[in-house]
């Protein structure tokens, strides 16, 4: 597929500006880039006096970086977002009932429409969780759609169902917003985007075992202070009002979860855990990991606790079963998927592999149990070299690769050396489920490539983060 | 509240005010050497005697001058107790516990922290002491503000304040000992022109030269010095005032909830031995064994602190 002619989200494909950029444009008119340019040097020193960083694994140039904030917003219309929304929510919900049924009954493997082996094989998929129904039946609770956008359409990139993370970017990409501009504010009507915590605080209570006495008392498990989203898992459970845990301060007693405090034990009710599947539990998963707690798994199956994300959501956002997201959009809500997905060549099917081999060049492959950026190839961006020894590779392990044409991402205009140029982004979108409602978060997080023509806007991997507007109607 | 979150509170304020101390020491072995005197280096052996880290920087077998000594007490990574590692451990320790910190205070270490990484990031440049003492001394009454005027009057103000006022004791404690360690030279008399400018220099290091004045109205006298920073209830460093008020945080606490554990009697009988002596006392027994003693007493209250409240 040859590269599509680009998407400014500005000014479209035609060079008018969108209605929705109306009010930036005509501000930005009027606004020097020196001007911007010393307003955005002000707010990545705030972000950093704030301590507001990420840690890079295996990067020495000191451990912390913040991520660059990029001034200009992205920004979405009324009716763009709700077309997204009513896809998004369609989509997470189909997820949850994929997860049910393959945890219980499999109708869907059943019915031939996935092949079984991915699921159950799946190092994603697991088994304790056949034994247990979590409350209200959600298994995401916290789910992160990525979406990009080409001159036709909003794809969805991949979902995240294992708690993903960016939110603390988001509310506080807002906050330095509304601190830096706030004639912006007057003059355009946006949605607020701190609704999330209330998003969170009432799907919390909605979840919660029906043994907690009174409120529920959740907690935020986070694997500890050198995790590189930490930053993150600390505002969570400031904002929440909980407390940040460690698997140190958490024991079971008798199928019941008690964190340690000054005034003796305190039952737990909830946890928001921030840890992966394998590291909840040496008793339950991996014996060496001292990051989870001996026992949480039994008081679980006891009904005593709720985990959020529920254990083994993995296997429904995995690269491998991505493409057959709408079919099992269809399958359970019996309606096509709102949402389109990026064609994708599954490099297990012999056709698909050879398509993929013959046109590498063209194709973006990726690792199916890979993220971050990691594991993949750009065909337009790599070279000869590249390009054969990722040959090799997929050659000898096809069942581990998906491949996708080349999208041509749509740009925005970003604030780069003291100019004004158009950077390609994506867009996250944030979701919360209870036992009643789906809720996504009118606003969410895009990631900017800050290099020019790049299109990997993953924070390890030197993308920046801008404000993500939704305009009210 | 999570007895790790108090165990770092607790330690976040010990290592602050540690940093405080290490910066203070310096100052009066600066002082020190600024005497005439034939041994210039005496005042920067016993700084580090009294910084309790004498082990590790024998180890080291340099000379005790004024570059290896503020190299080791400031930025050496090796000592757990040099500026630099009480601002990493502190910085680390308010991460942890960021959510239980107010904006203000947070930003204060971790501006203390950026600039401090500056500073190591310059490798080469001899150490800048005395900016460096006024910018540590200067960040750390920043923390204290901040604190004070910022943070919510419960569990977590009052374990930074515990950790802070262990740690103070501690530290006043080890620089009225400084003297001690320092030995005069042939000819100088105690109670002579340098044993008098050596005693200034301590009380200057814990700004406490002008309350002397004002309290006494007389030259100085090693056993006022020691009364003023031993006894002395008014004085906010003295040994006696920071037990009086760690034994006000501890009954906070137990207001809140409704124990009684061995922290609290052991603060509470410190703080009587303290009122029941007197000067006279102390230089019977002398004042050297006194500040030991009760430096290891302050050792053991702050374990019983961490066994009370689980950590």
């Known amino acids: 597929m040859p590269l599509q002619e680009n998407f400014s989200e500005m000014y479209g494909t035609s060079g008018e500006v969108r209605a929705p950029y109306a009010g930036l444009s005509e501000w930005l008119s009027e606004m020097s880039v020196e001007e911007l340019a010393k307003r955005h040097g002000a707010a990545e020193l705030a972000f950093r006096r704030m301590g507001i960083t990420f840690a890079v694994y295996g990067s020495n140039q000191g451990d912390e970086k913040i991520i660059p904030f990029d001034v200009l917003p992205r920004i979405v219309s009324a009716s763009e977002f709700s077309d997204l929304e009513a896809g998004i929510v369609q989509r997470i919900n189909a997820l949850q009932m994929f997860l049910a049924d393959i945890y219980g009954p499999r109708e869907i493997l059943k019915a031939g429409i996935i092949p079984p082996e991915l699921v159950l094989a799946n190092p994603q998929f697991q088994p304790a969780m056949t034994q247990i129904k979590p409350p209200g039946g959600i298994y995401s609770h916290i789910s992160g759609i990525d979406m990009v956008r080409t001159k036709d359409d909003f794809y969805v990139l991949e979902d995240n169902l294992r708690t993903p993370s960016g939110v603390a970017y988001m509310l506080e990409n807002r906050e330095a917003m509304l601190r830096l501009f706030p004639a912006l504010f007057q003059e355009h009507r946006i949605r607020p985007v701190d609704i999330y915590i209330d998003y969170l605080q009432d799907m919390i209570r909605a979840v919660a075992p029906k043994s907690a006495r009174g409120e529920p008392t959740a907690v935020v498990l986070t694997p500890g202070s050198l995790n590189s989203a930490y930053y993150e898992h600390s505002f969570l459970a400031d904002r929440l009002g909980i407390e940040l845990v460690e698997g140190s301060d958490l024991f079971a007693d008798n199928g019941c979860m008690y964190m340690r405090t000054t005034e003796g034990p305190q039952r737990v009710d909830v946890i928001y855990r921030r840890i992966d599947d394998d590291y909840l539990d040496p008793l339950a998963f991996r014996p060496d990991s001292i990051l989870g707690i001996a026992g949480l798994m039994d008081a679980y199956e006891c009904g005593n606790v709720t985990i959020v994300n529920a254990p083994g959501t993995g296997v429904a956002d995995d690269k491998a079963i991505y493409s057959y997201v709408p079919e099992i959009v269809e399958f359970y809500t019996g309606e096509a998927a709102a949402l389109k997905n990026v064609e994708t060549y599954r490099c297990r099917e012999p056709d698909a592999l050879k398509y993929t081999l013959d046109n590498l060049s063209e194709l973006v492959v990726k690792r199916v149990d890979a993220s971050g950026g990691y594991g993949m190839l750009i065909g337009p961006a790599a070279t000869r070299a590249e390009i054969d020894e990722f040959a090799e590779r997929i050659k000898d392990d096809p069942d581990g690769y998906i491949a996708q044409p080349t999208l041509s991402l749509s740009t925005c205009p970003t604030v780069v050396n003291s100019q004004i140029a158009e950077r390609h982004v994506d867009l996250r979108a944030f979701v919360v489920s209870g036992a009643e409602k789906t809720c996504v978060v009118p606003g969410g997080l895009t990631r900017v490539a800050l290099k020019e023509g790049s299109l990997v806007v993953n924070s390890s991997q030197g993308g920046g983060t801008k404000d993500s507007w939704v305009l009210a109607d | ?311």
């Open chain 2, 1 to 311: 509240m999570l007895s790790r979150s108090a165990s770092s509170l607790f330690w976040l304020g010990r290592h602050v005010e540690r940093a405080d101390f290490m910066a203070r020491l310096m100052e009066a072995a600066y002082r020190f050497e600024t005497l005439p005197q034939p041994d210039k280096n005496s005042g920067w052996a016993s700084a580090v005697k009294s910084s309790g880290t004498a082990e590790l920087f024998d180890a080291k077998d340099v000379p005790p001058n004024r570059d290896a000594v503020t190299q080791f007490l400031a930025l050496d990574p090796d000592n757990p107790s040099s500026i630099r590692s009480c601002v990493m451990k502190a910085r680390n320790d308010a991460r942890i516990v960021r959510a239980a910190l107010t904006r203000e205070a947070f930003e204060t270490l971790n501006q203390g922290y950026i600039e401090l990484s500056e500073r190591i990031s310059q490798k080469g440049r001899p150490v800048d002491m005395v900016n460096l003492v006024d910018r540590v001394k200067q960040e750390v009454r920043n923390f204290e503000g901040a604190i004070w005027r910022t943070l919510v009057r419960g569990e977590n103000f009052w374990f930074i304040r515990l950790g802070t006022l262990v740690e103070r004791a501690d530290n006043t404690a080890r620089l009225l000992d400084v003297k001690y360690h320092t030995l005069l030279p042939e000819g100088e008399s105690v109670g002579g022109a340098l044993d008098q400018a050596q005693w200034t220099a301590v009380l200057r290091s814990v700004s406490a030269v002008t309350a002397y004045r004002h309290i006494y109205r007389q030259n100085l006298k090693p056993w006022l010095i020691a009364d003023l920073l031993i006894l002395r209830e008014d004085l906010p460093r003295s040994l006696c005032h920071c037990m009086e008020i760690t034994n006000e945080y501890l009954q906070d606490l137990r207001a809140a909830h409704g124990r009684v554990g061995p922290a609290d009697r052991l603060a509470k009988s410190i703080l009587m031995d303290l009122r029941r002596t007197d000067v006279d006392e102390i230089y019977k027994k002398g004042l050297h064994e006194f500040l030991q003693s009760f430096i290891n007493d302050n050792n053991r209250l702050s374990r019983q602190i961490g066994e009370q409240f689980s950590f």
